[in-house]
């Protein structure tokens, strides 16, 4: 079975510093992975993704990096704002053709002014 | 409409009622997932639709679950006969026949009482 985990509950930052999630795995069938993020009561919103094809993959202030033979993916925040604020999920896609979504435990951000 | 709406947005239900959760994903979205998030944890999928066909319940936990998308548009998640364990975020999430461009709605809260 795939297996996806965020072992850190939560991350406080402060504005302007770097904020690093990190995600292992075990068992994924195609190494491709996406990142959330949730606000409270809201669904999660996509946030970025990465592919076995590749080792990082940057988008604005969010960067995700993939260790395939770790089996690790963190994701970089830079520079944090206070906006960031919220639960983020790193997901395994890769396990079937339609891409259902396995998820870690989410992590806590909060980023202080 | 321009996002995926769920309905109701809170649920609260005395054990042993059955419940019925909707999803109106967006217009045109072929695949509409089902998904629960218990309390300080990741989504855990449920169940897949296709177009009005059900092609993977694997996530369903018990017989009381249930769910259907008969003309492939809207769809309707059912749990008879509610137990406490039961209480979570139910999550539904539409995207094109293509790629993970998934969008979640915001889910309903179910309370059983």
């Known amino acids: 079975d795939q297996q996806v985990k965020q072992n850190s509950p939560s991350l406080s930052v402060q504005e302007g510093r770097i904020s690093i999630l990190n995600c292992d795995y075990t068992?994924?069938?195609?190494?491709?992975f996406l990142w959330y993020k949730k606000y409270p009561a809201e669904g999660p919103t996509f946030l970025i993704s990465i592919s076995s094809i590749k080792d990082k993959n940057e988008d604005g202030r969010f960067t995700v990096f993939l260790n395939k033979s770790a089996k690790h993916l963190s994701l970089h925040i830079v520079p944090s704002q206070p906006g960031d604020s919220a639960v983020y999920f790193c997901a395994d896609a890769g396990g079937t053709s339609y891409g259902k979504l396995t998820f870690g435990q989410g992590t806590i951000l909060t980023v202080h002014p | 409409g321009a996002g995926v709406s769920q309905s109701p947005r809170y649920k609260v239900a005395k054990r042993g009622q059955d419940v019925a959760l909707r999803c109106d994903p967006i217009s045109g979205h072929v695949s509409l997932f089902w998904y629960q998030q218990a309390l300080g944890q990741g989504p855990e999928f449920l169940t897949y639709f296709q177009n009005e066909a059900q092609l993977d319940k694997s996530g369903l936990p018990s017989d009381r679950f249930f769910a259907e998308r008969p003309e492939g548009s809207v769809s309707t998640l059912k749990i008879q006969r509610t137990q406490q364990e039961d209480s979570a975020v139910y999550l539904c999430a539409s995207s094109t026949r293509s790629g993970y461009g998934y969008t979640f709605g915001s889910g309903t809260r179910l309370t059983v009482v």
């Open positions: 068992n994924s069938m195609f190494d491709y």
